[in-house]
């Protein structure tokens, strides 16, 4: 039998097109930048130098003078990347070509008209250029700024040029995103899983110090309530918000001391066993040095808000680069609900 023979040049065009493949298929965060859309302005197909300033105001045209919705953009942000990478597969609905959506599970997302909003009032002025994927990341800044303060110096960059992908499955949601039962390890393995380091885990958790959260999502806990894992005070509290078998799944803050803040409040919240979910409280329930010490620091008085801010920035900024689409890569979809 004749041994198959593997010449040099075969090699080398193998190496260069599985080198080519890489940049055709994955798509890499490298291609995105700041000020994505007003960087070429010969480029009508990326061009929209306003886009960025015309996002927040329709976000803040469609909140009207509560902000209190915009927490769920941080959310919508979140979900996106952990699943398919930051390509708005999330916000895409059940149709014929997608069956089982990731939304079709049922994770109390709230907000998706701010984001309709959002993609309406862009499509108006530079119709077919920008991204949902990129809306979803440029909104998420958005919120931090409008519930930190607005403070000019808390609206950060966000870089940009991610295209929008085309499939979703409801069972990829399942496998990759955290649950509110899980545990320490749990919650440091899935965000392993995505390249966060425990700390920037922690750090990404303080977005609970803004929104709300359904009563399904917690009364597991509190019939019967476990005082060492939860104020009895606070526990009583939420049991009077969130009756056993009650016909209405109503809805609490998940900050119940700076509501509507974006701030450090959420990791005295843990300290204080006044947190919603049994992954939050797992945060401490651990004896990982890093863990605890994180947790220390943002609690510091004076000095522990403004490092989570810095913090929370720079691991926003980098969850905004998971596997994402950029160049000819995915479409930009015309109505960020549907495949064009
Ligand atoms: C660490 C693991 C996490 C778990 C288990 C988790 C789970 C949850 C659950 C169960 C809710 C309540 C949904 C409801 O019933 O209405 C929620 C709300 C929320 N989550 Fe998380 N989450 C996690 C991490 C994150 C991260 C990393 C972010 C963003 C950086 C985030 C942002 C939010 C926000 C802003 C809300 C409030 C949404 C609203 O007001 O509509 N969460 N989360
Ligand atoms: C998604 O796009 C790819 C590449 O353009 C295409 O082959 C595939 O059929 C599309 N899938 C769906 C569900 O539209
Ligand atoms: C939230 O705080 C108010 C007082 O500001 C208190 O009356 C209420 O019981 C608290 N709710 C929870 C769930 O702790
Ligand atoms: C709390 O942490 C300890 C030590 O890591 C662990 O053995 C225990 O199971 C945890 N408790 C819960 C309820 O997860
Ligand atoms: C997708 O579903 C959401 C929530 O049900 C709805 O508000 C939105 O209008 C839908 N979008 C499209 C394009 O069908």
């Known amino acids: 039998m004749e041994v198959p ?19 055709v298929i994955a798509g890499s965060s490298d291609d995105l930048k700041v000020g994505f859309y ?19 105001e329709a976000i803040k ?6 902000y209190g919705p915009a927490a769920s953009l941080i959310r919508w942000h979140f979900h996106d990347c952990f699943v398919r990478g930051c390509e708005a597969s999330v916000l895409l609905n059940k149709s014929a070509d997608i069956p089982n959506p990731e939304n079709a599970a049922f994770f109390n997302m709230r907000g998706y008209y701010l984001i309709e909003a959002a993609k309406t009032s862009v499509e108006n002025i530079c119709p077919g250029v920008v991204s949902c994927a990129d809306i979803l990341a440029f909104a998420a800044r958005d919120a931090f700024y409008l519930l930190t303060g607005k403070s000019d110096s808390d ?11 085309n499939i979703s499955l409801l ?3 399942g496998t990759f995103l955290p649950r509110p039962d899980f545990d320490f390890s749990q919650l440091t393995n899935s965000f392993a899983d995505k390249g966060f380091s425990t700390d920037e885990m922690i750090t990404l958790s303080g977005a609970h110090s803004v929104g709300q959260s359904h009563c399904s999502s917690f009364t597991s806990r509190l019939y019967p309530y476990n005082p060492d894992q939860i104020d009895p005070s606070y526990a009583q509290a939420l049991q009077m918000l969130c009756p056993q078998n009650a016909a209405v799944n109503g809805v609490v803050p998940q900050d119940n001391v700076t509501r509507d803040t974006l701030d450090a409040q959420y990791y005295t919240n843990v300290l204080n066993n006044k947190v919603l979910f049994f992954s939050d409280w797992a ?18 008085p004076l000095i522990g808000n403004a490092l989570w801010k810095s913090k929370f920035i720079a691991a926003m900024q980098k969850l905004g680069k998971l596997d994402v689409l950029t160049g000819t890569q995915g479409q930009i979809r015309k109505t960020c609900g549907a495949n064009n």
């Open 5 to 23: 023979r593997v010449s040099l040049p075969m090699v080398y065009s193998f190496l260069i097109s599985a080198i080519f493949f890489q940049f």
């Open 61 to 66: 045209e469609a909140l009207g003078n509560d």
């Open 155 to 165: 609206l950060y960059s966000v870089s940009a040029g991610r295209r929008d992908g």
């Open 38 to 56: 007003s960087y070429d302005r010969t480029n009508s197909k990326t061009y929209c130098p306003s886009a960025e300033t015309t996002i927040r």
């Open 283 to 300: 945060l401490r329930n651990t004896s990982d040095l890093v863990a605890k010490a994180t947790i220390q620091s943002y609690t510091t």
């Open 171 to 173: 069972t990829e949601a």
